[in-house]
Nanobody
Framework: QVQLAESGGDSVQAGDSLRLSCAAS????????MSWFRQAPGKAREFVAWITWSGANTYFADSVKGRFTISRDNTKNMMVLLMNSLRPEDTAVYYC??????????????????WGQGTQVTVSS
């Protein structure tokens, strides 16, 4: 049974940093590409960041490029999103997602097989 559990969400001030974690279980983590998505109140879920199964390749939404980094540790079945220079518009519920590895980028939430429950990030100005 595939399980993903996000943690690390918090309420912070603009300019602060946060580290979100995604713990995976129930599947072969190293065979899956992983992503982070977010959903703000009243808005559609949007892509944030993607990392390949090996961690060798990453991709970010323009809105977070240069401020967020994504990494993974396949020995610990863990993925991390490090968020720097947070802005009020980063306020959202953040979700991690998993999909079997493919040699192409996937940024649509519909392309992913499993989701966590989400963790709330609130950034105040």
């Amino acid at each position: 049974q595939v399980q993903l559990a996000e943690s690390g969400g918090d309420s912070v001030q603009a300019g602060d940093s946060l580290r979100l974690s995604c713990a995976a279980s129930g599947f072969t983590f190293s065979s899956y590409d992983m992503s982070w998505f977010r959903q703000a109140p009243g808005k559609a879920r949007e892509f944030v960041a993607w990392i390949t199964w090996s961690g060798a390749n990453t991709y970010f939404a323009d809105s977070v490029k240069g401020r967020f980094t994504i990494s993974r540790d396949n020995t610990k079945n863990m993925m991390v999103l490090l968020m720097n220079s947070l802005r009020p518009e980063d306020t959202a519920v953040y979700y991690c997602a998993a999909a079997p590895r493919r040699p192409w980028l996937r940024v649509r939430w519909a392309d992913y097989d499993a989701w966590g429950q989400g963790t709330q990030v609130t950034v105040s100005s």
